[in-house]
């Protein structure tokens, strides 16, 4: 098992950045941030492959970055020029086995999400 700790999410206005932080309770090689808006489905923002490769979904590609700490089990996501449409619920998740995609399926482990709201 797996235990994943979200933090750093909050509100900021347009333009503004976050860094969400995620501490996992034991070492997991892959790892990846997904959101989940009211009345949408849970998607990928970014993933953190096993080999060091990384992937981010379209609409944040040139402003969000996935990066991660080895020696602390703890996955980052840096957020910089916020849109109000990447308000959603970000959550931590993790799975063993290579990710080649980001769906979110085939993750195994969760953690329990925070919140981001970007006003206009």
């Known amino acids: 098992q797996v235990q994943l700790v979200e933090s750093g999410g909050g509100s900021v206005q347009a333009g503004g950045s976050l860094r969400l932080s995620c501490v996992a309770s034991r070492y997991c090689p892959n790892m990846g941030w997904f959101r989940q808006a009211p009345g949408k489905e849970r998607e990928g923002v970014a993933l953190f492959r096993s080999d060091g490769s990384t992937n981010y979904a379209d609409s944040v590609k040139g402003r969000f970055t996935i990066s991660k700490d080895g020696a602390k089990n703890t996955l980052y996501l840096e957020m910089s020029g916020l849109k109000p449409e990447d308000t959603a619920v970000y959550y931590c998740?993790?799975?063993?086995?290579?990710?080649?995609?980001?769906?979110?399926?085939?993750?195994?482990?969760w953690g329990q999400g925070t919140q981001v709201t970007v006003s206009s």
């Open positions: 998740a993790a799975r063993y086995y290579y990710a080649a995609t980001m769906n979110p399926s085939d993750f195994t482990y």
